[in-house]
């Protein structure tokens, strides 16, 4: 039984020796019929922990719960099955009244970068659209002569604004030319 024991302790460590060398190993001296060998088994860690948070999928008994390899490659695979949930509330800063619900599953490590934690918040979600629409409107404008006239114009003019603001947000070629003849307009306007 002991020699099962210790050739699975050795296949184990062999195992990670030629998939993935640890980055951390203990080693230490030890004398063997006197002789002197150096031992180094590699530092592998076992976490027991409620990762799942506030999930909404029911997890078993902590007892009935199984070790799970956990490693670089199959991380977002295991989220995704985990599902870990936050939810909670916050002041709500944007409008400065009341609370703001926040209810967040992860599935994956890209989940916890700020563009896609504010794309699970409705109001963070509208305010990041807004700030795409600037941006991209922006790279569009860039190299327009007068673009930034008319944009100013626009702005200067909550008539024509809130005229803009009701039009439907498909960008048709139809649209596109009205836009260049527009800004044909005001390019003549500045000269």
């Known amino acids: 039984m002991a020699n099962t ?19 951390v190993q203990i080693e230490y001296d030890v004398e063997i019929y006197g002789a002197e060998r150096k031992i180094q088994l590699p530092f592998v860690m076992g976490v027991l922990a409620d990762l799942a948070g506030k999930s ?4 078993p008994e902590v007892g009935e719960r199984k070790f799970l390899d956990i490693d670089i490659d ?34 994956s490590l890209d989940d ?4 896609n934690v504010a794309r699970k918040v409705g109001p963070l979600d ?9 941006a ?18 626009v702005l200067k003019n909550p008539a024509l604004l809130n005229s803009l603001a009701a039009l439907p947000n498909a960008a048709t070629p139809a649209a596109e030319h009205a836009a260049e003849s527009g ?7 500045a000269n």
Do not use: C, H, W
């Open 5 to 23: 024991t210790t050739s699975l302790k050795g296949s184990g460590q062999k195992f990670i020796a030629r998939n993935r060398a640890p980055r």
């Open 56 to 59: 909404d999928t029911p997890q």
């Open 74 to 107: 199959n991380f977002d695979e295991r989220m995704k099955s985990v599902r870990p949930r936050a939810a909670f509330q916050v002041e709500n800063s944007l409008t400065g009244d009341g609370r703001l619900n926040v209810d967040i599953t992860f599935e």
């Open 112 to 115: 916890f970068s700020p563009a």
């Open 126 to 134: 509208e305010l990041l659209q807004a700030r795409t629409q600037l």
């Open 136 to 153: 991209n409107l922006l790279t569009y404008m860039d190299g327009k002569n007068g673009a930034e006239e008319l944009i100013g114009k």
């Open 183 to 189: 800004e044909a307009t005001a390019s003549k306007d």
